[in-house]
């Protein structure tokens, strides 16, 4: 008997997934250019020719990671843009925390590709710019559909301030992962750095 369409689908996305983590694992381990399709393969359980047949090539398997590292958890906390109509400073903090969570979780592969992008500007830059624009584009229309509804102040560069925001939580996730932080839990750096960024933000109270 022969798999419906439906199974052979739900079979192709988690052969997938497994592929993604074991790539994760494997580039964190390895190193962006060290690491092998072939050993990737290996550590996913399947053949190197399923590698190929998702990605194509180790170049579209790398963008499909970073792809999910940057938007696995960070889209699910930015939502629609006519959520961010209401008040700002609760659907800043739900952004927030599933984008920690998410650095923080692939914070093993989010330095390795720090370093890598040290070692080869050219190649590593672009794959991350490539990766994090969907996610930064969303975030800076969220941030406008907030300032029209009248909780952000005319004036601000929203495409600066969503960087500096983003810039808070990636410097956080550093630190307290790598235990150099014992006066706080990242629970409470990631409040503070809403209270602040909605703070800053917040429209002049008129006399």
């Not at 964190?28 to 990737?40: F, K, M, N, P, S």
């Not at 969907?134 to 969503?162: C, Q, S």
């Amino acid at each position: 008997m022969q798999d419906s369409p439906t199974q052979k689908k739900s079979e192709q996305t988690a052969t997938r997934e497994k592929l993604l983590d074991a790539a994760i694992k494997t580039f964190a381990r390895d190193g962006l250019y060290r690491a092998t399709t072939r050993v990737i393969a290996a550590e996913a359980g399947v053949n190197e020719v399923t590698l190929f047949r998702h990605f194509q090539n180790k170049e579209g398997l790398i963008n499909a990671v970073m792809s999910r590292v940057v938007e696995f958890h960070s889209n699910e906390g930015l939502a629609d843009d006519a959520l961010w109509k209401g008040e700002l400073k609760p659907n800043l903090l739900r952004f927030a925390k599933a984008l920690y969570a998410s650095m923080e979780r692939d914070e093993a592969f989010i330095r390795t590709m720090v370093g890598e992008a040290k070692r080869h500007p050219d190649h590593s830059q672009k794959v991350i710019m490539d990766a994090v624009k969907p996610t930064r584009a969303r975030f800076v229309a969220n941030l406008e559909a907030a300032r029209k509804a009248g909780h952000i102040r005319k004036g601000v560069d929203l495409i600066v301030a969503a960087d500096a925001f983003t810039g808070m939580l990636f410097g956080g996730m550093l630190k307290n992962t790598t235990g150099c932080v014992d006066e706080y839990t990242a629970t409470q750096y990631v409040a503070t750095c809403v209270d602040l960024f909605a703070a800053g933000l917040a429209p002049v109270a008129r006399p």
